[in-house]
């Protein structure tokens, strides 16, 4: 694509990028003295025209649904202020926006039993759905109602397929065919790209795919090779099946900067390790995380992985941050600027739950990736 193709998405995400939240705003909404008084900070910020809506005193999953939902909005907005090949890739990377923000928690919530007055109070009307689709999901009896209710949906197809499998492993299976599923068409839309949007685009979509795979395979470490498979995002970048399966047999994080022939993140491991020790003893609460497996074998050393990924989130910052250097004239800066928009709400959730929760101001900082 020519550099006038991104013109609009250039001037548009310029303008939008001056209101994202600032270090100070953060550290002002981490400090306030309550939940009340750091709800009132954050109406006063560009985020706070759509949740003064909400009323006085908000719950925290429906601000959430609300950011979540403007988000959809800004999608909107620049899928279609771009061009040919890229509008598609922007339409398929919303539609992975759609599943993380709604379908999966929907999916979550019903699996668990949550009765349908409560999800009525969970996800704004407004959400990055068709009204009636929504009302029909939320309106289901059980999950396997849900799925029928997306018929007429790009993401009935991978849901329909995992019903049976779901019967036997949770709704771990049915996010995990949708995820293999969006994943697939996102991969397989950057082909028709031009060389160098192309590159960038599968950069930022591959080391998404290949450590999410390797978190995956770390998790379920001791288990056999076609239990992975199962669970895998059938996207292939840096990360190839023979490291996955050679990742089933390591102890520890380290042994992936160090130990496992091939594997393409060394470097990029080893600096997240560092980080990794520092956030795990700093994390909030003292932050009892969940183990890696529960089905791993006694004489593999069971070690939380959420630190590191909240490591990982910050060093994909970093990355996605670099796309507004230099030229801008290519499709990593709007898929670039959305990353970074999902991560400043996940951010602002962050900072309430911690706060509704009464984590100390310093402590609650250093759960948030910036």
């Known amino acids: 694509m020519s550099a006038g193709d991104y013109a609009y998405v250039n001037a548009k995400i ?12 953060y550290r ?3 400090e306030a003295a309550s939940l009340e008084e750091c709800m009132s900070l954050l109406k006063a910020t560009h985020l706070g025209k759509g949740i003064a809506k909400l009323g006085e005193e908000p719950e925290i999953p429906q601000v959430e649904a609300l950011l979540f939902s403007e988000l959809a909005s800004e999608y909107g907005r620049l899928v279609q202020g771009v061009r040919k090949e890229a509008k598609m890739v922007l339409q398929r990377l919303y539609r992975k926006f759609v599943a993380d923000t709604v379908l999966k928690p929907l999916l979550r919530l019903k699996s668990a039993g949550v009765p349908q007055e409560a999800l009525q109070d969970l996800f704004y009307p ?7 689709v929504l009302a029909k999901l939320l309106g289901a009896e059980d999950v396997r109602e849900m799925v029928e209710s997306l018929r007429d949906t790009v993401y009935h197809k991978p849901l329909a397929g995992a ?13 995990t065919a949708l995820d293999g599923a969006l994943y697939r068409e996102l991969w397989s839309s950057t082909g028709s790209l031009s060389t160098k949007d192309r590159r960038i685009a599968r950069d930022f979509i591959g080391r998404e795919v290949d450590m999410r795979n390797v978190l995956t395979a770390f998790r379920l470490r001791g288990s056999e090779f076609t239990k992975l498979e199962q669970q895998l995002i059938p996207v292939s970048y840096r990360v190839g099946r023979d490291v996955l399966a050679a990742i089933l047999s390591v102890r520890h994080l380290s042994q992936l900067a160090t130990e496992i022939h091939g594997f393409a993140y060394h470097s990029m491991v080893a600096a997240l390790l560092k980080e990794y020790e520092t956030i795990a003893r700093e994390l909030p609460l003292g932050a009892e995380f969940m183990p890696a497996s529960q089905e791993a074998p006694a004489q593999v050393e069971l070690f939380s992985v959420l630190p590191f990924e909240l490591a990982l989130r910050r060093q994909m910052l970093g990355a996605y941050r670099g796309a507004f250097r230099g030229d801008r004239f290519h499709i990593g800066v709007p898929m670039a600027h959305l990353f970074l928009r999902e991560n400043e709400i996940r951010n602002v959730v962050t900072i309430l739950k911690l706060k509704e929760a009464g984590a100390p101001a310093e402590g609650i900082e250093k759960a948030l990736a910036m």
Do not use: D, F, I, N
Request: net charge neutral; hydrophobic share 40%.
């Open 28 to 30: 002002s909404l981490c």
């Open 14 to 25: 310029g303008a939008l990028r001056s209101w994202m939240l600032t270090p100070g705003e």
């Open 126 to 132: 407004s959400q990055p759905l068709p009204k009636q």
């Open 163 to 175: 019903l049976s499998a779901y019967q036997e492993a949770g709704v771990a299976a049915l996010t």
